[in-house]
């Protein structure tokens, strides 16, 4: 729930952020979680980050650091 709401303060910001890295890293492995809560705030954190970041290339970019891609999540 933290990250998400970190994710939405940062807003467009968050490609910019010096520590989006580890950010989107700790999200990404939320969703391999056990507990199924986990894993709905890590996929509503991800949501968070589409609606933000209006360039799906910008998108795909960030979140292939972390071994995922927007094509996974549809």
């Keep these: 729930m933290c990250y998400g709401n970190l994710i939405s303060k940062l807003g467009p910001k968050l490609k910019t952020f010096k520590e989006n890295d580890r950010l989107i890293n700790s999200v990404v492995k939320m969703l391999s979680e056990s507990a199924e809560e986990v894993r709905n705030q890590a996929k509503l954190a ?9 360039n799906q290339r910008e998108l795909d970019g960030l979140l292939g650091k972390s071994g995922l891609n927007t094509k996974e999540m549809e």
């Design 46 to 54: 991800i949501l968070t980050m589409k609606n933000n970041i209006q």
